[in-house]
């Protein structure tokens, strides 16, 4: 067995290339307001955002057990990434908040009954996702053993 800051750093790895996999398919998707495809492509991203800020987090030594306490609380997640050292890129904290209005108590992008208003722009989603995967894909890789 694997010791528990091995095992995270490792994790971190595993975590890191889910979520650039996650932001690829966003990106393949291009979706725009008025899309059939706009809820599952934003789910996309915001589960990207999710993945990022724990491969941060499973880099600094946060265990796999910890993590899965954050649940998919991205808000959750980003406080504990900046707790951690994280320097929070430009609109992170807007999609953040954006993701938990949606993925709140009701999941919206989940499951039907909302409408989606003012979703950011895929470039901006993008700019946003690719920030945080690039910031943090050094320390990542670098703490891989």
Known sequence: MLPAETESHLYAGRLWTRAKEYRDAFAALNVSEGSSLIFPAYHLLCHS????????????????????????????????????????????????????????????????GEVLVNVPHTDEGLAVI???LNEIQAIVQGRNL
């Open 130 to 132: 690719d920030g945080l």
């Open 49 to 112: 955002t999710e993945l990022g800020l724990k491969a941060y987090l499973a880099a600094n030594g946060t265990t796999v057990d910890q993590l899965h306490h954050i649940g998919h609380d991205a808000s959750r997640a980003l406080k504990a990434a900046e707790r951690a050292g994280l320097t929070a890129p430009a609109g992170l904290k807007d999609l953040v908040r954006w993701s938990k209005a949606l993925n709140g108590r009701r999941h919206s992008l989940r499951y039907p």
